[in-house]
């Protein structure tokens, strides 16, 4: 394998609060190249936590430590904040889960997109605006000089997600972090908007970490496949040896998916081990 | 409101839209105004004063009484009285002022003024203060900036307005002499401009008597940092909440996510956010203050409309207290309107 994207070694995320101390990742471990890395588990495992830890955008109260965690030779948690600042949307991006809340709804969707570009490319603002155009006809849209000019809450679910896709690929970043992108969309308009960012992710050789709570979904989607429980790795497989699943909570994720060819009544359910969390 | 302004490309469109909003707007007003005249008139007419006796006197005779009660138009029904009132209100006529004899619009061309300048400037000091105040303290939360703000949001709710004015008096004029004594300007040098809109710092400047200007400064600035500091302990304790929930929403992490610095994050994105609701606090502590704050005028010797009709009020003279009521409602109605179209202007969501 040649040199990684992304290093990460024992990442802890630790909410401090007045009522104790709350683990929400508990000793994560991986290494990422230009490929496509799935992250699934169940609600509250800390997936979303393990994302924004990367982009070093951890709600306040909460507090990261690592032995490694380095983005392309570049330690993370020693660089400047101006360096993490060139880091974040220059060549880390993510894509939040639902465009309702995380456009910004008083800014045209223009504006937003030439704002990203701006803050990485020292350009004039006539080349930043054929850039965003270009990147909203890269996402699809039907038409582009319509889209740019719409607030938010002008769009349907589906253009607002292909919105923030092209908002957050327009400077060419390296790694895209996808948190759970498509789970605010109903199932068709998902379907297309995950076409267009495994489109764009091979096109421009990226990296990508895929955050999702459906391992169907991940298998097929990413290469290698963490499954999270409670703060940790529990297993980590090619996403083709999923059937070879060692540990429990994985063989029991799979045992829940529902299958046409044999089918199980009533579905069947996960049960916990208590053990799995130590 | 979902309007059909959003999908409509056409100025057909945009301009019906601004026609009804027009309209509405005119019959607010009008209704607002109305329902304003005929409550006012109608309590002034019950509360058992003799507007009759305010202007004769208790010791005239009887034929005088009976005359003076005639002239006013007293003696007809009081429908009758109300379309009187009303016919002559829409031409501006309000009657005349039992306590000072001028007519009422007079009256409020030379307070109304005097309110407005010290309200305005309050409300400036309070808004260019106390919104990057309180952006400060939601985003240093818990900071030592946190606790003052949140101390002087607590001071100002607590501590009477005409207390301090007494005190910020006694130490600025009596002790240490920064500032000069009550009223709006020193004698000498009212008459080195002639009035024109009543807002002295206005007409002095623009008459280019810039001594008289500076005097008007010094006068107002004690008054107007007064009544700015209240209205900054309102202004800053709700832009404070107003950013702590804003910097809570996905969209500032997204922001953040883009690499944008922080400045950027907090004031062109949350702050932007956050104004929509601020507009409405502003306009309303506005009009709190061009209410007349009746206590600072008082204290300051300030002849502002509080001032007036407190006066009025006290010495039954109800003409004077209708036009300054009427007066006061338009203002509302008006900072109403513009609160709407600003709210409009900073929320596409409301287009
Ligand atoms: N701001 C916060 N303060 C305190 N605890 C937090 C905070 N944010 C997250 N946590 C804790 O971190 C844990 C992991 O959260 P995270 O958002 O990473 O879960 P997730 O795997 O993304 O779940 P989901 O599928 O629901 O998005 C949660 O159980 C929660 O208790
Ligand atoms: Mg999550």
Known sequence: MMKPLLEVEDLRVRFHLRTGTIEAVRGVSFQLGRERLGIVGESGSGKSQTGRAILGLTPPPGEVTAKRLAFDGIDLQTASKRTLREMRGGRISMVMQDPKYSLNPVMTIGEQIIEAYQAHAKTGRAEARDKALAMLEAVKMRDPQRVFSLYPHEVSGGMGQRAMIAMMLVTDPDLLIADEPTSALDVTVSMEVLRILDELVSERGMGLIFISHDLKLVSSFCDRVLVMYAGRVVEELEAKNLREAKHPYTQGLMRCLPTLANDVHPLPTLNRDPSWAL | ?351
Request: net charge neutral.
């Open chain 2, 1 to 351: 409101m979902a309007s059909s302004i959003a999908n409509g490309g056409g100025g057909h469109d945009a301009l019906r839209f601004y026609l009804t909003k027009t309209a509405q707007f005119v019959f607010v007003l009008a209704t607002t105004l109305l329902g304003l005249v005929a409550v006012t008139f109608f309590i002034g007419r019950i509360v058992p004063i003799d507007p009759v006796l305010a202007i004769v006197g208790d010791r005239a005779p009887p034929a005088v009484y009976a005359r003076v009660r005639q002239e006013l138009g007293l003696d007809l029904p009081l429908i009758q009285q109300f379309w009187i009132y009303l016919r002559k209100a829409v031409t501006g006529d309000f009657g005349n002022s039992v306590l000072t004899t001028n007519p009422v619009m007079t009256d409020i061309a030379n307070t109304f003024p005097a309110t407005f300048e010290l309200a305005t400037l309050g409300t400036l000091i309070g808004t260019l203060i106390g919104i990057p105040l309180g952006v400060l303290a939601a985003v240093k939360r818990g900071s030592l900036i946190d606790q003052f703000v949140r101390f002087i949001g607590l001071a100002g709710y607590s501590i009477p307005i005409f207390w301090l004015g007494l005190m910020s008096l006694l130490l600025f004029y009596a002790k240490l002499g920064w500032v000069p004594g009550p009223g709006r300007i020193d004698v000498t040098y009212s008459y080195l401009y002639t009035p024109v809109t009543n807002i002295v710092l206005l007409d002095t400047a623009m008459q280019g008597q810039w001594d008289a200007f500076w005097d008007a400064v010094s006068h107002i600035i004690l008054p107007a940092c007064l009544l700015g500091y209240f209205s900054l302990a309102y202004i800053s304790r709700m832009t404070r909440s107003f950013m702590l929930n804003e910097l809570a929403q996905e969209y500032v992490i997204a922001a953040r996510v883009k690499g944008l610095s922080e400045m950027r994050v907090i004031w062109r994105h949350a702050l932007r956010n956050a104004a929509v609701p601020l507009v409405t606090v502003i306009a309303l502590s506005y009009a709190n203050l061009l209410e007349g704050s009746v206590l600072t005028e008082t204290v300051f010797a300030w002849p502002g409309l509080g001032q007036y009709i407190t006066n009025s009020l006290q010495n039954a003279d109800m003409n004077a207290v209708l036009g300054g009521t009427l007066v006061i409602g338009t203002v509302f109605v008006l900072l109403n309107l513009v609160s709407d179209l600003l709210y409009r202007l900073l929320d596409p969501r409301t287009r």
